[in-house]
């Protein structure tokens, strides 16, 4: 089945502590995104990707990074968490990120800071 | 970038048709138009797009206004397991979409 896998479902962290959130898709997509979800802000975009090695800022990249090191896989990292980002967390992906295409999302990583 | 607007919530009852609205007066004419839905505790998935023609398909149907400045997606038969959160996001950029707080579909049983 296609889809885009992330995890971990749920994570409760502590400010500073660095954690990674993985997402992972079996559609040979080249294109792949993260997005952060608040309420009354709608998602909003951290970081996209348009193939292996290739990453560029989204709208709110600041306190995160990225790595694409194989096509699969587009890993969040967050080197040192602060409370402002706990949040509900979506990785994407498409074909090429191309105009016309859909995204496909997961199911989600509800983040909290303490 | 292009802006859309569409209303905060909207109703529906259970097995009729249901039709969402959203403004995108700012669109490019190459843009396409993509609705997006928002399931309880689930990421957003695909609903349809198109450019300028209606567009059906088995989850709903597109109609686009021939100025291309507003589209209406239509659910024909509204059931429970359609109540969501609804999105037309507009193009940001180069490559990402806009999903703002879209409209929640509540369907009454």
């Known amino acids: 089945e296609a889809q885009v896998t992330q995890n971990p479902r749920y994570l409760i962290t502590v400010t500073g502590k660095k954690l990674t959130v993985t997402c992972s898709q079996n559609m040979n997509h080249e294109y792949m995104s993260w997005y952060r979800q608040d309420p009354g802000l709608g998602l909003r975009q951290i970081y996209y990707s348009m193939n292996v090695e290739v990453t560029d800022k989204g709208d709110v990249p600041e306190g995160y990074k990225v790595s694409r090191k194989e096509k699969r896989n587009f890993p969040l990292i967050l080197e040192s968490p602060s409370p402002n980002q706990t949040s509900l967390y979506f990785c994407?992906?498409?074909?090429?990120?191309?105009?016309?295409?859909?995204?496909?999302f997961g199911s989600g990583t509800q983040l909290s800071v303490l | 970038d292009a802006k859309t607007t569409q209303p905060n919530s909207m109703e529906s009852n259970e097995e009729e048709p249901v039709h969402l609205p959203c403004n995108h007066s700012?669109?490019?004419?190459?843009?396409?138009i993509h609705w997006y839905r928002q399931l309880p505790s689930q990421g957003p998935e695909y609903v349809i797009h198109g450019l300028t023609s209606n567009v059906n398909n088995r989850m709903a149907s597109l109609a686009i206004a021939e100025d291309r400045k507003s589209s209406t997606l239509i659910l024909h038969r509204a059931t429970l397991r359609d109540a969501a959160v609804y999105y037309c996001?507009?193009?940001?950029?180069?490559?990402?979409?806009?999903f703002g707080t879209g409209t929640r579909l509540t369907v009454i049983p």
């Open positions: 700012t669109i490019s004419g190459t843009d396409y």
């Open positions: 996001p507009p193009r940001e950029g180069a490559n990402n979409l806009f």
């Open positions: 994407a992906s498409s074909l090429l990120g191309g105009r016309h295409e859909k995204l496909f």
